[in-house]
């Protein structure tokens, strides 16, 4: 039997899911297939678990830190088991409103594993047809469109020794119930190797990374490099950089092999993450009659995510680009989009990114030498978090707002923030980016005291010299 739909979609993530919805709320037809569980990697092996986990790893270094604000503890634990099943719980919480929105918006689900037959032709494996090893018929769909949302996987490079027992992607290591390493080694600085270095570090854990590059989270802004390092070594995590991994082998524990400039090393841990890079999910996706241009692993996509193909659009990690859920999801709003003529309801051009490690790290558009390198001509404002109210008597980790702004207008080009709550202010630069605000537009707000938002005021106010709260140099 052949179906028919306006639009079909491969993945649910939150690049596919959203753009089902998106397609739902424009009173089209469409269907979308899976063949894991809803909501893709985001919230089954990512964004979610990792946070619900740092949730609990923050809850009980804080409770090991508490008598500085005068309580005493005894006798503190975790339970690991307890804790996978809280994320399962929370999981499954979100999973559900994703059913219930696709159902409401007359989404179709598909459970199974779709191969691409031509320009509008889908084949699905149906999952109940691969688990029961029954001959039932694949599922013939054709569609007006299709789009491509299938994301990507952890990628293992050709180490020797990589594929031994306790030698883990994330995806592994977010699914474990017992707390087995107490001695993690992390292959790779980037977000998700720094993120699991502060759960683990948390937890109690003796935490190892190794980078190939001269800095941990090289992608980022240098000084924000800087300060994570120093706080993670503070917090005892050694970190190796400019350090190549040549081998695994194991002898009691596992022995790691690296090479940096000054010769070979071992790192000794119980359990290694390997957190060097994703490759993009293309595997079965085209029959053999079947391709689309590529770049790398990637589909190639052009500025409305239409692949080389007609009708056939893309979105989200399995393209090139910045692999963030908020990212793939602002895509495939705009793909649908795109496909139906619609105005763009949604900006692109200031897409913000996050580490939620302690304290957090969020940033948006250019940084200081990214705007000087475009050829502007820049000012900069700076507010260091020490003498923020909030951060005094929460006895938090210090840090700091920047922003960086046009020095022709003043608006804003880009802001990187050091903080607790630092991704959720971010949201505020956004706004301004999006909405071509500038720093008095910024500065001219009134925010609740005491609050760690109270520091956007000074850093936009210091554009001009006038923040009223920056200690003199010097001051503590
Ligand atoms: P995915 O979420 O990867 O979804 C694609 C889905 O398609 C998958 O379920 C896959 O099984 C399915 N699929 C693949 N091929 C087929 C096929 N042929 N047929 C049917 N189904 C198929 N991003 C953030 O913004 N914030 C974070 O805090 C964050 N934390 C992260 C932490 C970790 C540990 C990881 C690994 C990632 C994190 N990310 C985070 C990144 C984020 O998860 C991804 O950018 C996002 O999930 C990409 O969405 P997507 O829709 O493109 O694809």
Known sequence: MNEH???????????????????????????IIENRELGGTCLNRGCIPTKTIMHSSRLFYEAKNLQEAGIEVEGLRF???????????????????????????????????????????VRVIQNSAQEENTNQEPRELSGDNILIATGSQPFLPPVEGISQENVVTSDQLLSENDFKYHNLLIIGGGVIGIEFASIYQEFGSQVEIIEAMDRILPSMDKEISQSVAMSLKKKGVKIHTKSVV??????????????????????????????????????????????????????????????????????GDVIKGIQLAHAASAQGIRAVENMYGKKQSIELSAIPSCIYTYPEIATVGLTEEEAKAKGY??????????????????????????????????????????????????????????????AEDLGKVIRPHPTYGEAITEAAEDVNGMAIHIFPKGMK
């Open 79 to 121: 339970d690991m088991n307890r804790i996978q099943e809280r994320k399962e719980e929370v999981v499954s919480r979100i999973r559900k409103g994703i059913k219930s929105l696709l159902e409401a918006n007359k989404v179709t689900v598909i459970s199974g594993t779709a191969t691409i037959m031509d320009g509008h032709r």
């Open 377 to 438: 001509v820049v000012k900069t404002g700076k507010y260091p978090m020490l003498g923020n109210s909030k951060i005094i008597l929460s006895a938090d980790e210090r840090g700091y707002i920047k922003v960086v702004c046009d020095s022709s207008n003043n608006k804003i080009l880009g802001a990187q923030i050091i903080c607790p709550r630092a991704t959720d202010m971010i949201g505020e630069f956004t706004t301004a980016m999006v909405n071509g605000l500038t």
């Open 5 to 31: 739909y306006d639009l079909i979609i491969i993945g649910s993530g939150p690049g596919g899911y959203v753009a089902a919805i998106k397609a739902g709320q424009l009173g089209k037809k469409a269907a």
């Open 246 to 315: 040549k081998r695994i082998s194991k002898t009691d524990q596992l022995l790691c092999e690296y090479e940096d400039s000054t010769g070979t090393h071992f790192a000794q841990a119980d359990g290694i993450l390997v957190a060097v890079g994703r490759k993009a999910n293309t595997r079965e996706l085209f029959s053999p009659e079947f391709s689309l241009e590529m770049e790398g692993d990637k589909i190639k996509v052009n500025e409305h995510f239409e692949t080389s193909k007609e009708h056939i659009y893309a979105i």
